[in-house]
């Protein structure tokens, strides 16, 4: 094709010339043949810059949709630690006695200082509260205690601290053994009570003792609906809603058909309000009490175990079939105390 086009343009100088001026038909050719190679040029250019443009838009949809998965990743890291919170703050108020602003301060520092959270979790494990590691671990955490307003004497004890024979002895005088009849309770999980997977499961058979001698059996398919109330002597809640259950009783608005039973546990002899008998006389706890039992092989109160205990106080309500109608934790309002007993006899 480039020989044809250069043979005619030279004719075409030839003719209209009358002569053949060789140097331009040679220049001429040569601009043909330079401008055809640019245009091939040009169109490979395009196809180049096409290429470069798709490939442009390519990235940018893909750093856009990494932009948009680090917002996610961000998203569920503040979902994670708000529930972490959630979760620290649950357990340290129900099941570790402190108060509101306690367990929110000390969850918040939990959360977010990976060394404190570190220091923590090594006071959790200690199978040795004498070791080094231990008192490394109380030291670092001892500032983040004092802001939080926590009194919480140092792992190693101190010259005054009951000897291990001394502890033995009060756990022993303390406790009954329990037995269990049926399956335990799965741990509650939940605030909310129509979210509990327990609820119309069987709920099992408690036998023990309370800290007279006389025998104790929590069984609601025998004795009819029943309201057993775990109580810890040490917890703050626990000193908080006995009152207002005893005021419903007072008021005589526990519903008649309900047997109240308490479950004495989490005991802990170095704490306040032990031992746990004197202190339920002075709070005026005037229905049945079952003093739980502990297994030391799993290390569990053995009552608050089978029923699946996730803070204290901590209670179940069990209906007349002996299945589980409702559990909770913690503090709650008398009127929705009584709205669920009420519920449990079957009245509206």
Known sequence: MRAVAVAVAGLFIVSACGGVDVTESREYASLLTENESLSGDLADTRVELGVSERRLRDLDQRLSDAESQIADVDEQQLAVRSDFADYLTYQFTNAGGLSDAQSSCLSEVLVNDDAARAAYLVLLTSTDPGSEETNEAYEALTGTFDEC???IPAPDGGASSPTPDDLQQAMEDSTRPVEVIGSSLPTLSTPDIDSDVAIGSKAPVLIGEDYDGR???ID????GPTMVVVLAHWCPHCNA???????????GR?????DVVAISSLVNPTAPNFP?????????WTYPVLADGVDLERQVFVGSDA???SGV???VLIDGDGNVAARWAGERDPEETVRLLTSLVGGN
């Open 276 to 284: 746990p008998d004197v202190w339920l006389t002075e709070v005026d």
């Open 313 to 315: 106080p901590f209670v």
């Open 254 to 258: 526990i519903p008649d058909g309900v």
């Open 215 to 217: 025998s104790i059996r």
């Open 220 to 223: 609601g398919a025998a004795s």
């Open 307 to 309: 029923l699946g205990v």
């Open 241 to 251: 809603e006995i009152p207002n259950l005893n005021r419903l009783r007072d008021e």
């Open 149 to 151: 307003g926590l009194e």
